[in-house]
């Protein structure tokens, strides 16, 4: 992403739809919100922990990851937001990925995931204790999932 793309007006909204939801459903705030939504944009985006984030598709494309997710999956902004979500995964690790999903999409939310995931150039990396939830609109409708974690290590 270049520089200023996460100011652009579609993606200060989102990334204050992923943190209003994360709020509502976890409880706590993800970053510390001071400043305004172009403020909390930017400060997501330059986390040093990892946020990605998909719709609703029938197969869910990513609409949102911060430089932290571009740089663990090796891809640009560009590149990313064209990513069918399953992709992220191995082959053998889409059917728990899947079970996973399904969980936060009933519950809100599901905390300590556990997988193992795969770069644009087939570096794999295990993720810890990530925290998946359901992003909402104002009105509460499901508008897509997020991902957040910080713990990672690459794999052989």
Known sequence: ???????????????????????????????????????????????????????????????????????????SWEQFIKTPSRLTAEPDDRAERGRMLAQAN???????????????TGRRFLVEQALIWTVIDPAGRSIGQAATFSHWSMVK
């Open 1 to 75: 992403m270049s520089p200023t793309q996460w100011n652009q007006p579609h993606i200060i909204q989102w990334s204050q739809r992923l943190l209003d939801s994360y709020c509502h459903l976890i409880g706590r705030e993800l970053i510390e919100r001071t400043g305004d939504t172009t403020q909390h944009a930017r400060v997501l985006f330059e986390a040093s922990f990892v946020v990605v984030s998909h719709g609703v598709e029938l197969d869910p494309i990513l609409n949102y990851g911060n430089q932290t997710a571009l740089d663990l999956w090796e891809l």
């Open 106 to 120: 009933a519950k809100g939310y599901f905390d300590g995931y556990r997988g193992v995931r795969i770069s644009s």
